[in-house]
């Protein structure tokens, strides 16, 4: 009885599919990365069809695929502001000092369990590349003191390494904002620079350099939201450490006052080896 019902609520009530989804779901990636804004590509191409989104919203696509789309459905191929993943941290091995030596599982979110992962600045990357292995597009490769390196023009803004990093240090962000703020320490002091010799001081300089697009919040400078015009250069000009950078077409750039070479930062001896037990588990 409820069979037949089913049956007949189907026939009467269902929604017709639009004959131009398999057609159009042929022409997106297929990767289900969620750069677009939606959970699917099938997602995407329902939102394509409905008029809600427009095909430059792949951040996968190429172009031409573009152009395709919205050949195919008669629209415009749209505009789309690209954007980036990139890492709020700068402290590799050669700058930012460990207080223990992790031994265990080598993934960022098993060390991050055994005392924060046994670095100095509790807020810094642990440099064993698990947002290296979840990014699909090869975007990530770690560099010789343990800190990933984003290539912008790989990324698509998956969100993966947002979700899989243990210490919040990836953002997603306009490809074409030249202020990055490679720091996440909420502390303000130079005494930061005991555990990383180019952590952000809150020293105030680059807000008062760029006020109108700068502002501090919690001891670190954050974008102004609704700022008018390119943020000046100068911003970065006088950061003492180089936690201010400008990053034009994915490389990054530091100011005047943080080019002299940073003093080597020696590896604390550490007090205990942090490990994880032979189940598993954490002490």
Not at 65 to 94: E, M
Not at 171 to 188: K, Y
Request: hydrophobic share 40%.
């Amino acid at each position: 009885m409820l069979s037949g019902l089913l049956v007949v609520a189907d026939r009467y009530l269902g929604v017709e599919e639009d004959a131009r989804l398999n057609d159009l779901l042929a022409a997106l990636p297929g990767i289900n990365c969620g750069g677009c804004g939606y959970p699917s590509c099938r997602a995407f191409a329902v939102a394509l069809l409905s008029g809600e989104a427009v095909p430059a919203a792949c951040s996968v696509s190429p172009p031409e695929a573009h152009r395709r789309i919205a050949d195919f459905l008669g629209i415009a191929v749209g505009t789309a502001a690209r954007q980036v993943a990139r890492l709020a941290c700068a402290g590799g091995q050669d700058l930012a000092p460990s207080y223990g030596l992790y031994q265990g599982e080598p993934n960022c979110a098993a060390a991050a369990v055994v005392a924060g992962g046994g670095k100095a600045c509790a807020w810094g990357c642990l440099g064993h590349g698990d947002c290296e292995h979840a990014c699909n597009f090869d975007a990530i490769r770690m560099e010789a003191h343990g800190l990933p390196v984003v290539e912008e023009a790989l990324c698509t803004a998956c969100g993966d390494c947002v979700r899989v990093c243990p210490k919040d240090l990836f953002r997603l962000v306009p490809e074409a904002e030249p202020l990055w703020v490679a720091c996440n320490n909420p502390q303000a002091g130079n005494g930061l620079l005991e555990v990383c010799a180019v952590a952000c001081t809150a020293c105030n300089k680059c807000v008062y350099d760029a006020s109108g697009w700068l502002r501090m919040d919690g001891n670190l400078p954050r974008l102004v939201a609704g700022a008018n015009g390119k943020p000046p250069r100068a911003a970065i000009e006088r950061c003492p450490t180089g936690a201010i950078v400008w990053v034009e077409r994915g490389r990054y750039q530091r100011g005047t006052a943080a080019q002299q070479p940073h003093p080597l930062v020696a590896p604390l001896l550490p007090a205990r080896i942090l490990s994880t037990s032979q189940d598993g588990r954490y002490p």
